[in-house]
């Protein structure tokens, strides 16, 4: 059913895991903070390390801000990985093909319309999306697992796996550039999440998507469109993936039908270790920029260590676990959040 | 015990649909037989039907475990890790000792049944959405396993295991021979106990009604917790048998060959019907639903379609048949509210 479909659509519901778990974070982050600095001293924050953490984080950070606002309407977006890359490769071709043999303003030109059409790809994604589990009343995991199967498809298709790369100079620097000492991504993720933030939060677009992943059916019942905000939520979700997109191509200079792919279970972790609600409903910004930055420390500090990656990658499936115990414990010890 | 209570009330019109549905897909998968058969010489085959159930076995296998979590209103996406983390120690051990089939198969198995308790651990003490678990999961079984192993390949497997199994021999007109190999007989047999477990037995009632309703099931007096260790340790058992076949078809152990292909197998059990939500799905449809991925990719190889795209229509396909039986629940429902 439809409507069911979209609260519980997983296992077995339970006592929610609610908004709060902002402290406990602050205390994992803090002991992790201390653990490191007395394995690693001052290695750990002196500032090549630290630039080397703004370069990483906001690829992960954006396609989790990407994941969590459909999290929050108690939806998920399967689909943001694929569609991220699709929409690379659009603007790679675009790049490469026309951009690099053309001059001045025409070399300006040929970049805004790369980055047009990728928007034009997330978008169409993006109204799919929307469309089929808005209007066709598709469970989000199901509809974002085909539309994830045909974006990648498509670009296996066209590309035959292959790499384009090589792009212009302006493109390179957003990915690889600073302002002020500050990486260029870095400030496109603050750029993002400031604005995404407020949106949810204080806009009359945001309550109704927190509404909705509370009680879909009362939310409907109480005069919201909520196929219309649902199709917002889809569209929204898609255009950061594109600039997530805009930010991976730049890095690596260069597009692939494959890149990032093991980032897309840890978009789901990042948001549920900051506290977003898996059935929806709870979550801020503010959480998800925690997480994220517990999960960079940790990667960066085993990086240094030169502890293997995949065991960063195993380190952040126990925190989440540890993290989850911690709340239940203090739960029945009487500690009662909120 | 009286299972008719549990049992909603619109139970009768309910099994008309899910009927319905296998019948739907029953008709896609013959008419699409009828036209590869027409349109090429080699679909219609003993050759090729051999080299369909062989290559599909893994996933197939795999089907027939996850199907059961779906049905008891559970999601696992770990089960690769798990499958990865059985090949490898059962064979590693299994050259080392110079074990048997038995003991190589009863190390696999525990192994998968000891992870498959690991995650009904978390999901029932922490009481977090099963989704989230198994991410979390996947990432520590996988992430640990990579660490110790160094991802190392192992090529040099026992004979008999490189030999397999090669039962009733048969030679046709041309003297072409064909055999039961190991693919095959796990395959049917993995089918069969599922179809055992949620049919022939009461736990499997039991699995039903605890997908269907989950409180309904505990004011039963079923014993939830003990259930959900059944059904995830079943699926660990399952994807520790289903990957030493793997691994015996492939001729060697890759410990990252099988993790991203969870989301693949799930698609394959929810094309044949089970629902996300619990409760609902049979073996009959979990088999047309790998059926129909695994012919529509053979068909597309055969009839020449440039191997690339073979994703696209995968994608497709999963797109158009969950958007079709969610349009059609719901002009359904609507019919019976009118």
């Keep these: 059913m439809s409507i069911d479909a979209r609260a519980p659509w997983w296992g077995l519901s339970a006592p929610r895991f609610r908004g709060g778990a902002a402290q406990i974070l602050s205390l994992v982050l803090v002991s992790l903070i ?3 600095w007395l394995l690693l001293g001052d290695r750990l924050f002196s500032v090549r390390a630290l630039q080397s953490m703004a370069f990483q984080l906001p690829e992960l950070g954006i396609l989790s801000l990407a994941m969590m606002v459909t999290l929050l309407s108690g939806g998920l977006n399967l689909s943001i990985i694929a569609m991220a890359n699709l929409c690379a490769l659009a603007m790679a071709w675009v790049l490469t093909s026309h951009a690099a043999g053309s001059e001045g303003l025409m070399w300006v030109a040929w970049q805004v319309i790369a980055v047009l059409a990728g928007v034009a790809v997330g978008t169409i994604v993006g109204l799919i999306n929307g469309f089929v589990i808005a209007y ?33 100079d302006p493109i390179v620097f957003l990915g690889n550039g600073t302002l002020l000492g500050v990486p260029v991504p870095l400030l496109l993720f603050l750029a993002l999440s400031v604005p995404v933030a407020v949106l949810l939060n204080k806009s009359p677009f945001g309550h109704r998507v927190y509404m909705i992943g509370s009680n879909e059916r009362a939310t409907r019942f109480s005069g919201v469109d909520t196929k219309r905000v649902l199709m917002g939520v889809y569209l929204l979700s898609s255009l950061l ?3 997530a997109a805009l930010v991976m191509m730049a890095r690596f200079n260069s597009a692939n039908a494959a890149y990032g792919e093991s980032y897309l279970l840890v978009t789901i972790l990042a948001a549920v270790l900051g506290g977003v609600d898996p059935f929806g409903g709870f979550g801020k910004v503010g959480g998800l920029l925690m997480a994220l930055i517990v999960l960079q420390v940790i990667s960066s500090a085993f990086n240094l260590l030169n502890f293997s990656p995949f065991l960063t990658v195993a380190i952040w499936g126990a925190l989440i676990i540890g993290v989850t115990a911690l709340t239940v414990l203090f739960e029945r010890l009487g500690w009662r959040r909120r | 015990m009286s299972l008719a209570a549990s049992r909603p009330a619109f139970a009768p ?17 013959l008419a699409l037989c009828l036209v590869l058969s027409i349109a090429t010489d080699s679909f219609l085959t003993l050759q090729n039907l051999f080299d369909l159930l062989t290559s599909n076995a893994f996933v197939g296998i795999l089907a027939s475990g996850l199907l059961v979590v779906l049905v008891a209103g559970g999601i696992d996406i770990s089960f690769t890790a798990t499958a990865s983390v059985a090949q490898y120690v059962a064979l590693t051990l299994a050259i080392r000792y110079g074990l048997g089939w038995f003991p190589m198969f009863a190390i696999a198995g525990a192994i998968g049944v000891a992870c498959g308790s690991v995650n009904a651990l978390f999901i029932t003490r922490l009481r977090i959405s099963s989704i989230i678990v198994s991410i979390a999961t996947l990432n520590i079984f996988y992430g640990l396993l990579i660490f110790f192993s160094g991802g190392k390949y192992i090529t040099s497997l026992p004979k008999f295991f490189r030999d397999g199994i090669w039962w009733f021999e048969y030679d046709d007109a041309s003297g072409a021979p064909y055999a039961l190999n190991l693919q095959i007989l796990v395959l049917v047999l993995a089918f069969l106990s599922a179809w055992l477990l949620l049919n022939r037995t009461n736990i499997g009632r039991q699995i039903y009604a605890l997908g269907g309703n989950k409180d309904a099931a505990q004011r039963l007096g079923f014993h939830v917790v003990r259930l959900n260790f059944l059904v995830y340790a079943y699926l660990g058992f399952i994807a520790g048998v289903a990957s030493l076949v793997q691994a015996q078809l492939a001729q060697s152990v890759t410990p990252t060959v099988l993790v991203g292909k969870e989301l693949d197998v799930l698609a394959a059990v929810v094309l044949g019907g089970a629902s996300l939500t619990g409760g609902v799905g049979t073996v009959f449809g979990a088999i047309l639903g790998v059926a129909l991925l695994a012919i529509l990719q053979n068909g597309l190889v055969l009839l020449g379609v440039s191997s690339y795209w073979n994703q696209w229509f995968v994608g497709l396909t999963i797109l158009c048949a969950v958007s079709i039986t969610a349009w059609r629940d719901r002009r359904r429902r609507s019919a019976a509210a009118a």
């Excluded at chain 2, 019109?13 to 998968?29: T, Y």
């Design chain 1, 34 to 36: 201390v653990i490191f």
């Design chain 1, 136 to 168: 066709l009343g598709v469970s989000p995991i199901l509809a974002t697992l085909g539309t994830m199967t045909m974006c990648k498809g498509l670009a296996i298709g066209i590309t035959h796996g292959n790499v384009l790369s090589g792009f212009p």
């Design chain 1, 241 to 243: 993936a594109v600039v």
């Design chain 2, 13 to 29: 019109a309910f099994q008309r649909f899910r009927r319905n549905h296998e019948f739907w897909l029953l008709a896609v998968i």
